[in-house]
């Protein structure tokens, strides 16, 4: 599975960012895409994640309500929509998959990365 995340950039506080996560490879090597996140000298954390058939999502409890997951199965692409944005989200965003039942908050249990798309969000 090769994942390709775009979409980033520079935005002002209070704006918004639509990140894309081209996924190719077999479809039955993954049931879920997730996206994670990463600030300078802090761990890498959960953003979202949506089941690949079924389009049931599930979100850090910070970002409900300013964040969106969606997928679009006939472009084999997932997104993730970010609105209000704070300086806080700055970070470098990932999408990951893994293979398994329900949705995965760890990013241990995701087998393959893209390579991350920076968001700075300025005040």
């Known amino acids: 599975v090769q994942l390709q995340a775009s979409g980033g950039g520079l935005v002002q506080a209070g704006g918004s960012l639509r990140l894309s996560c081209a996924v190719s490879?077999?479809?039955?090597?993954?049931?879920?895409i997730g996206w994670f996140r990463q600030a300078p000298g802090k761990e890498r954390e959960f953003v979202a994640a949506?089941?690949?058939?079924?389009?049931?999502?599930d979100y850090t409890d910070s970002m409900k309500g300013r964040f969106t997951i969606s997928r679009d199965n006939a472009k084999d692409t997932v997104y993730l929509q970010m609105n209000n944005l704070k300086t806080e989200d700055t970070a470098v965003y990932y999408c990951?998959?893994?293979?398994?039942?329900?949705?995965?908050?760890?990013?241990?249990?995701?087998?393959?990365w893209g390579q991350g798309t920076q968001v700075t969000v300025s005040s």
């Open positions: 990951a998959s893994r293979y398994g039942a329900g949705f995965g908050s760890s990013s241990g249990v995701y087998a393959y």
């Open positions: 949506i089941r690949w058939g079924s389009g049931n999502a």
């Open positions: 490879g077999r479809t039955e090597d993954y049931t879920v």
